[in-house]
């Protein structure tokens, strides 16, 4: 299908490119950066000449190559500077593409989830994952919701949280008193699920007070049922729980995989998140990998 002109201020920019007949094949050209040859066209009421990949998100990239290598070994466990020195690219390039790919991600992801409004969810497990930014003493919560059938990663949020236990008090000492956004979190993925979810579904999660008031507030007919939570086993990075049955196998199963594979949430690593814009997109790219090719349908 031959595409309409992409300048706005052409006569014929109104009216598809089929339906007007001013767009013309105008030969083809090879593009060096994924050896492809491309259609080339012109514009017979202005002028202008353009390509097939004139206006789309990877118009004018020199790096195409690396894009899919790049989604893979990111979602595999792979830092962002061995990325770097296995696709034979500068570590800036890497930084630009994964910002990239995860914009990427996070669009199809929103696309995808379009189809669990024609036929919601019933069931549903929730829970949250901690690590850190920079330091122990900077804390952030990740929550999640996961459909037990399927495993699939219904929604992710990240937020911050202050230090607990021995290291609350040298946090506020180093780094002053911290917001607790948790609760903003999770309103906003609750939020995001409204759509998604049956008004009377059942939730399913561990025995956290905060979780049914949260819950109360975006699904008031909805049922809650808690199960306390088990000792982490060894394997599984401690999200797997030391239990004959687990009934949120799902979800911890899914929060394993994450720290298992994304670089910076594995225990016990030096991969760790300078910011959190950093933690959302390496999310949003695992997230899309998880239910498009560890959980197809």
């Not at 050896?35 to 514009?43: D, G, T």
């Not at 979780?211 to 086993?233: C, D, E, N, Q």
Request: glycine share 6%; charged share 25%.
């Amino acid at each position: 299908m031959k595409p309409g002109c992409p300048r706005l201020k052409c006569p014929s920019h109104k009216i598809p490119g089929p339906k007007s007949g001013s767009v013309i094949a105008n030969g083809t050209f090879f593009r060096a950066c994924d050896s492809r040859r491309v259609r080339r066209y012109i514009c017979r009421s202005c002028g202008l000449n353009f390509s097939q990949s004139t206006g789309t998100p990877r118009y004018r990239q020199k790096r195409r190559r690396i894009i899919q290598p790049l989604y893979r070994l990111i979602a595999s466990t792979l830092s962002q500077r061995r990325a770097a020195i296995l696709l034979g690219v500068d570590k800036k390039t890497v930084v630009r593409y994964f910002r990239f790919i995860a914009s990427e991600c996070a669009k199809r992801e929103k696309t995808r989830l379009i189809k669990y409004g024609g036929d919601r969810l019933k069931q549903l497990q929730f829970d949250d994952l901690e690590t850190f930014e920079h330091t122990k003493l900077k804390p952030l919560s990740v929550a999640l919701a996961v459909d037990p059938n399927t495993r699939k990663i219904l929604g992710i949020q990240v937020s911050r949280m202050p230090a607990k236990g021995p290291l609350a008090r040298k946090s506020v000492q180093k780094y002053g008193r911290r917001k607790d956004e948790r609760n903003r979190g999770w309103n906003h993925l609750f939020k995001s699920l409204v759509p998604l979810v049956h008004p009377d579904a059942e939730f399913l999660s561990d025995q956290n007070p905060h979780y049914p008031s949260i819950l109360r507030k975006h699904f008031p007919f909805a049922k809650h049922a808690v199960t306390p939570g088990g000792r982490g086993a060894v394997t599984g990075q401690g999200e797997l729980k030391k239990l004959v049955f687990d009934p949120l196998f799902a979800l911890n199963h899914t929060c394993a995989m994450l720290r298992a594979n994304l670089s910076r949430l594995i225990r016990r690593t030096w991969c760790t998140t300078k910011n959190i814009r950093g933690l959302e997109d390496h999310l949003a790219i695992y997230v899309d990998y998880h239910n498009r090719v560890l959980t197809p349908e």
